[in-house]
């Protein structure tokens, strides 16, 4: 029981620098942050993506030189995207298990060029590569299916593991392809292999600048609702957790972050595992249009939002803000 005013004063600790610092309940470093990384096809191409202000696809020259960058800032891991070329997709996407895709291509690169100092996350789900824009297959009528799909992401997982991937991160959401992926990589010796689930992954409406820079935003008809989670929903959030880590993945992801900072605290209150999440690229976009319409200092937004995700819980967290957060982070 603490006392009351004036013997207890909140104030007081508050009232100096060196004060704050020593009761700072919670830390940020740059070895909290993933740093989300778009590629495309060519050679030494820098192209900027309009709705993402700041933020550029990399042609794979490029791509090893943005590592290098990460490694030099403190941060720990990269996740690759890659804007495959109309012509490359399929209503199979069948190009995501081409060995020489540009994912491959991009984690060779960055393999060769950096070796084992920075960690690779890749993202397993079709939308890069198919004509409609979904994660998945889809059925006569229309509906991306379950256990057809799962059986192709299998094998974009073993194509990703095959070209040096540390991370696989399923980004789909179908039920049951975190024990597939993990059997899989298991009979096929990348046991050292990571998942990264993306395990409470919402229908959101904060994904429009991803689908631009992918290219799948204008092929996408209709939505994602059968298979990502219902915003209303936090029960189940935990139910696709318990689930994913009982299939085997070592870490779970909540997407998007900031709306959902209520599912990352109850998540890591219950099963106290690495969670991380993913501040997607409608919060940035939201953030620097903030900044730009001077309705908030922008180093401050970054980094009091990127705080409040390791407060919540996060063991680390996916932003488009990690190179400029942690220069600021290292003054
Ligand atoms: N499976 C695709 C995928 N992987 C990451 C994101 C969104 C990331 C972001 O908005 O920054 C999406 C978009 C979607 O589900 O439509
Ligand atoms: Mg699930």
Same mark, same amino acid.
């Given at each position: 029981?603490?006392?009351?005013?004036?013997?207890?004063? =909140?104030?007081?600790?508050?009232?100096?620098?060196?004060?704050?610092?020593?009761?700072?309940?919670?830390?940020?470093?740059?070895?909290?942050? *993933?740093?989300?990384?778009?590629?495309?096809?060519?050679?030494?191409?820098?192209?900027? *993506? $309009?709705?993402?202000?700041?933020?550029?696809?990399?042609?794979?020259?490029?791509?090893?030189?943005? $590592?290098?960058?990460?490694?030099?800032?403190?941060?720990?891991?990269?996740?690759?995207?890659?804007?495959?070329?109309?012509?490359?997709?399929?209503?199979?996407?069948?190009?995501?298990?081409?060995? +020489?895709?540009?994912?491959?291509?991009?984690?060779?690169?960055?393999?060769?060029?950096?070796?084992?100092?920075?960690?690779?996350?890749?993202?397993?789900?079709? +939308?890069?590569?198919?004509?409609?824009?979904?994660?998945?297959?889809?059925? +006569?009528?229309?509906?991306?299916?379950?256990?057809?799909?799962?059986?192709?992401?299998?094998?974009?997982?073993?194509?990703?593991?095959?070209?040096?991937?540390?991370? *696989?991160?399923?980004?789909? #959401?179908?039920?049951?392809?975190?024990?597939?992926?993990?059997?899989?990589?298991?009979?096929?010796?990348?046991?050292?292999?990571?998942?990264?689930?993306?395990?409470?992954?919402?229908?959101?409406?904060?994904?429009?600048?991803?689908?631009?820079?992918?290219?799948?935003?204008?092929?996408?008809?209709? +939505?994602?609702?059968?298979?990502?989670?219902?915003?209303?929903?936090?029960?189940?959030?935990?139910?696709?957790?318990?689930?994913? =880590?009982?299939?085997?993945?070592?870490?779970?992801?909540?997407?998007?972050?900031?709306?959902?900072?209520?599912?990352?605290?109850?998540?890591?209150?219950?099963?106290?595992?690495?969670?991380?999440?993913?501040?997607?690229?409608?919060?940035?976009? #939201?953030?620097?249009?903030?900044?730009?319409?001077?309705?908030?200092?922008?180093?401050?937004?970054?980094?009091?939002?990127?705080?409040?995700?390791?407060?919540?819980?996060?063991?680390?967290?996916?932003?488009?803000?990690?190179?400029?957060?942690?220069?600021?982070?290292?003054?």
């Amino acid at each position: 029981m603490t006392g009351f005013f004036p013997d207890t004063r =909140l104030r007081r600790i508050r009232s100096t620098g060196w004060s704050r610092s020593l009761h700072r309940e919670t830390t940020l470093t740059p070895a909290d942050l *993933i740093w989300p990384l778009f590629v495309t096809e060519g050679t030494g191409v820098e192209e900027p *993506i $309009a709705s993402l202000p700041g933020v550029s696809r990399w042609s794979v020259d490029l791509i090893a030189k943005r $590592a290098m960058e990460a490694i030099a800032l403190g941060i720990p891991c990269i996740a690759l995207f890659p804007n495959t070329q109309a012509d490359r997709r399929s209503d199979d996407g069948a190009e995501a298990l081409s060995p +020489d895709n540009l994912m491959c291509r991009a984690i060779r690169a960055i393999r060769e060029a950096c070796g084992d100092q920075i960690g690779i996350l890749t993202d397993v789900a079709l +939308d890069p590569y198919t004509t409609h824009g979904q994660d998945g297959l889809l059925d +006569d009528a229309g509906y991306v299916s379950n256990d057809a799909t799962i059986e192709v992401l299998v094998e974009q997982s073993l194509n990703q593991a095959a070209a040096g991937a540390d991370i *696989i991160a399923p980004s789909d #959401m179908m039920d049951g392809r975190v024990g597939a992926i993990r059997s899989a990589l298991e009979a096929e010796d990348h046991a050292n292999v990571q998942i990264m689930a993306y395990a409470a992954k919402y229908a959101s409406a904060f994904y429009g600048p991803f689908r631009d820079a992918v290219g799948s935003g204008g092929l996408l008809k209709g +939505d994602k609702k059968s298979y990502q989670m219902d915003p209303a929903n936090g029960e189940e959030a935990l139910r696709e957790v318990a689930l994913d =880590l009982s299939e085997g993945a070592d870490s779970v992801m909540v997407k998007p972050g900031l709306p959902y900072l209520d599912i990352v605290r109850r998540v890591k209150d219950r099963f106290e595992i690495p969670v991380f999440a993913y501040q997607v690229s409608g919060e940035y976009a #939201m953030i620097e249009a903030a900044a730009a319409a001077g309705a908030g200092d922008r180093d401050a937004l970054v980094l009091e939002t990127l705080m409040s995700f390791k407060r919540a819980g996060c063991t680390g967290v996916l932003t488009y803000h990690a190179a400029h957060a942690a220069k600021l982070l290292n003054g």
